[in-house]
C-alpha cells in the first residue's frame, strides 16, 4: 500500500509538471507497466484529480481543469518561490494581501525547516527602496495568521504607543491591513473585552496549544469598526467640515473609512481627525473641493498657515 501511494504521489508530480504524456512514458518513468499506469490513473480520477485521456496505441494523459483546485505537489524550489512571492503579495495593495497571509500560514506551517531558512534568507538579502513602506515581518503575522486559522490563543509581549512593554494573552479573531500596517482583532483575556493590536508591536512568545470557540464578532463591518478605533485612539485634534461636493465623490478620494453623512447631491459632511493639524489640513487642501470648517478651530488655524504658506511661494512670480 504504501509502495503504490509513493507511485501515485510521484505520478501526480509528473502530471503537474508536463502538459502531456504518453503511457509508455509514464511507465518508463514509474517503472511499472502501461496497464498498471491506467489504474493509478483511475485512481487519481476517484481522489478528484481531472486527468483527461487520449485514445490509440500512442494514447496519453493530461491533467485538466477541473470544478475544483486539488491539491498540488511543489518540489524545494517551487515551495521557497510560492511562499517568498505570497509574502510579497502580503505588503501590496492588490485587495488579496489577507488571502495571501492565509495561503502563506498554510504552506509554512508544513514547510521543512530547511525550506523555512531558505525563505527567511531571502527575506533578510531583500533591501527596500528609502521612502518606501516598512518592511512586514512576515514570522510575527505568520504565526498571527495560524493562530487564527487553527482557533488557538496566544501569548505575546506587546510595545504600547509610550514605549512600555506587557504580555497580552488573547483569542485572535481577525487580520485586517490598512496601508503598510496590520492589525489583529482579538478578544484579550486579560481585559475581558475585544482589542486591536498592531501587527509590528507584537512578539509572539510560541503556540499555547489551547483551542477556543471562535466568539461572535459584534460588528458588521470589521474592517470600518476597526479603523475607527484605531483613528479614533491616535486622534489629538478632530474638526467637522462641510464639502462642497456629493458623498460618492468624497468618498472615491479619501483614503481611509470615515463617517460621511450627505446633505444633499453636491454637499456633505463629514468628521474627520490627526494628531497634526497641519497634516490635516494639507490632507483636507489634496481633496481638490471647496470646504467650510464648521467645528475645529485646531483645523482653521492651520488652513490658514498652509494658506499663507502657498501665498509665499507664489510672492515674486510673474502674474499670466
Known amino acids: ?28 518513468r514509474l517503472k511499472v507497466s502501461t496497464r498498471t499506469v491506467r489504474a493509478d490513473i483511475g485512481k487519481l480520477r476517484s481522489l478528484g484529480y481531472p486527468v483527461d485521456a487520449r485514445p490509440g496505441v500512442a494514447g496519453g494523459y493530461r491533467l485538466a481543469a477541473g470544478t475544483a483546485m486539488p491539491p498540488l505537489l511543489l518540489d524545494d524550489d517551487e515551495a521557497v518561490a510560492v511562499a517568498v512571492g505570497l509574502g510579497a ?6 485587495g488579496v494581501a489577507e488571502t495571501s497571509l492565509t495561503a502563506l500560514a498554510k504552506l509554512e506551517q508544513v514547510m521543512p525547516s530547511r525550506l523555512r531558512r531558505r525563505v527567511d534568507a531571502v527575506r533578510g538579502a531583500t533591501s527596500v527602496v528609502p521612502g518606501a513602506e516598512p518592511p512586514l515581518d512576515l514570522t510575527v503575522l505568520s504565526a498571527v495568521a495560524t493562530a487564527i486559522r487553527g482557533h488557538e490563543r496566544i501569548r505575546f509581549g506587546y510595545t504600547k504607543p509610550g514605549g512600555s512593554e506587557e504580555g497580552r494573552h488573547a483569542e485572535p479573531q481577525r487580520l485586517v491591513n490598512w496601508g503598510a500596517l496590520w492589525y489583529l482583532f482579538a478578544w484579550d483575556l486579560d481585559r475581558d473585552d475585544w482589542r486591536v493590536f498592531r501587527v509590528d508591536r507584537m512578539v509572539p512568545r510560541g503556540p499555547t496549544g489551547v483551542r477556543f470557540r471562535p466568539r461572535v464578532i459584534p460588528e458588521a463591518d470589521l474592517v470600518r469598526h476597526v479603523v475607527g478605533r484605531v483613528m479614533r ?88
Do not use: N
Request: with cysteine; hydrophobic share 50%.
Open 233 to 320: 485612539a491616535g486622534w489629538t485634534y478632530r474638526a467637522r467640515v462641510l464639502v462642497h461636493a456629493s458623498a460618492a465623490e468624497v468618498a472615491a478620494k479619501i483614503v481611509v473609512p470615515v463617517d460621511i453623512e450627505a446633505i444633499d447631491e453636491s454637499t456633505c459632511r463629514i468628521e474627520v481627525g490627526s494628531d497634526d493639524p497641519d497634516r490635516l489640513a494639507l490632507w483636507m487642501a489634496q481633496l481638490g473641493v471647496d470646504i467650510e470648517v464648521i467645528e475645529g478651530d485646531e483645523l482653521s488655524l492651520a488652513l490658514d498657515r498652509l494658506a499663507a504658506r502657498f501665498r509665499r511661494a507664489t510672492d515674486g512670480a510673474p502674474t499670466a
Open 1 to 28: 500500500m504504501l509502495e503504490t501511494s509513493a507511485r501515485l504521489l510521484e505520478l501526480l508530480s509528473l502530471l503537474q509538471v508536463r502538459r502531456d504524456w504518453t503511457s509508455s512514458e509514464l511507465a518508463d
Open 89 to 94: 503579495v502580503a505588503t501590496w495593495r492588490l
